[in-house]
């Protein structure tokens, strides 16, 4: 993970304002012009480049947008407004799952939620009565244009990104301060939002964290956030720099949020991998080890064990990661695809070996290469796995139970080829468009074998 930045000691003017800003011109790109990743994010942050977020604020400090224009708080607002919740409520909300009903009081947070269904006028009078901030979860679920500007995200970061919409009434606090385990973008929609950061008392915390106010100490940025504005306030891959306490607020705010962890998932395969290949990292722990306190020797061991997978990496050692991969790429949102929600079906010429093809939804597919998981098959030889997303259900995303069967077993979609099919599947995910008979395999029969089964998973089109 990249070192946490040094803030820069700036100017006088610097000082005084509440955190880095940006003031965007009268002309502001706005997200529903564009379809390429790259692009939504760029204008997600807008004048911003790209280049100078990630040298300059990624995981160093927040980061404010002014978005002085009518045209795009008019975009903002229609992200998600208090009508949106009203029909989505008659159609059928739970309270928990799609709804929590929240206030922070005498430095707890406490829960309204009632259970079962939610009731929109019990909602209403929560709000009114109570001063109750109203918490949706993934609205993108409805919304068509969260749905669209999410999965572009996803597309551009390579990980899971959810959102959440907060309502509070005027004069309220609806959550106390604390830390997250995802990255934020923060859009106010509507009305405006007061918000504090502090210096955190855990630097780079793995876990969501509610802080006792007497241990924040003062805030080192205090500002308003108003309609049509953006927020970067999560400049690190596991957790906030900043403690967040909002305070005053009015209006609603829509978070858009990611997570990544890669070292947990990367380091067992590895070990594995120098299981496979040296003796010595196969044997058994000393006798009674568990039972020792003096473990001098056996720590000189596992410094050598370390020693050898950094040999390794250095040297052109693989990273596995299949554990991450299947996990994203089987919960994230299937592509937007405009009007045409139901046009995911083969459609075009079927491939032959004089065709000519290209690849479809590279952004939405991931290959790894792990042990056979037929059950029928006992011998775990390799095999090359291609999972995909556009079979996934929008409805689901980031709700735990996406892609479930009947049966409650998570389902991935996707093909499987033996290992000796991965290098004409790289050469079909690295170039442009390519020849079937140029594929690197030994017969006619197994390349047409092999693009057939992509085209009738949309993985590719004859050109």
Same mark, same amino acid.
């Given at each position: ?78 992200? $998600? ?103 934020? $973008? ?154 045409? $929600? ?18 479809? $939804? ?102």
């Amino acid at each position: 993970m990249p070192k946490k930045g040094r803030r820069r000691t700036g100017t006088e003017e610097e000082h005084q304002t509440p955190c880095k800003q940006a003031k965007v011109e009268l002309m502001c790109p706005l997200l529903t012009k564009y379809d390429h990743p790259e692009s939504v994010f760029e204008s997600l942050i807008f004048p911003i480049k790209q280049e100078e977020f990630f040298r300059d604020y990624w995981e160093q400090k927040p980061l404010l947008l002014k978005r002085e224009n009518p045209s795009v708080e008019s975009y903002y607002q229609s992200l $998600f407004q208090l009508t949106d919740l009203k029909s989505l409520v008659s159609q059928g909300l739970y309270y928990g799952r799609d709804i929590n009903v929240c206030k922070y009081v005498n430095g707890r947070k406490k829960i309204f939620n009632k259970g079962g269904q939610v009731s929109y006028a019990q909602l209403k009078k929560e709000f009114d009565q109570k001063k109750a901030t109203v918490q949706f979860h993934q609205p993108q679920r409805f919304k068509d244009e969260l749905w669209r500007i999410q999965e572009k995200l996803e597309c551009f970061f390579g990980s899971l990104v959810g959102s959440n919409v907060y309502i509070t009434p005027p004069g309220s606090q609806g959550l106390p301060p604390h830390y997250d385990d995802v990255e934020v $973008f923060i859009l106010q929609l509507e009305g405006k939002k007061h918000w504090r950061l502090y210096q955190p008392t855990v630097n780079l915390a793995q876990e969501y964290n509610v802080e006792p106010e007497d241990k924040i100490g003062t805030p080192t940025h205090d500002f308003l956030l108003k309609a049509g504005l953006v927020e970067y306030l999560e400049p690190v891959a596991d957790a906030k720099f900043y403690i967040l306490s909002l305070v005053k607020d009015a209006g609603s705010s829509l978070y858009l949020g990611g997570f990544f962890s890669l070292n947990s998932d990367v380091i067992p395969g590895l070990v594995l991998d120098s299981a496979k290949d040296d003796i010595d990292f196969r044997k058994s722990i000393p006798r009674q080890l568990l039972m020792k306190l003096d473990l001098s020797e056996p720590s000189k061991r596992l410094s050598g064990f370390l020693r050898h997978l950094s040999h390794q990496l250095e040297n052109g050692g693989e990273l596995k990661s299949s554990d991450m991969k299947k996990d994203f790429i089987m919960n994230r949102l299937p592509p937007f695809l405009g009007t045409s $929600f139901d046009s995911l079906t083969p459609g075009g010429k079927l491939p032959t070996v004089d065709s000519t093809i290209r690849l479809q $939804f590279k952004d939405y597919t991931v290959i790894t290469v792990e042990p056979d998981q037929d059950p029928l098959d006992d011998t775990h030889k390799e095999m090359v796995y291609i999972y995909h997303s556009l079979k996934n259900k929008r409805e689901t995303h980031m709700m735990g139970d996406n892609n479930m069967n009947e049966e409650g077993v998570f389902q991935m979609h996707g093909l499987r080829f033996p290992l000796s099919h991965m290098d004409a599947l790289k050469q079909i995910w690295s170039y442009d468009t390519i020849c079937v008979n140029e594929l690197n395999l030994t017969s006619d029969a197994e390349k047409e074998n092999l693009v057939v089964s992509l085209w009738s998973e949309l993985l590719i089109e004859v050109i």
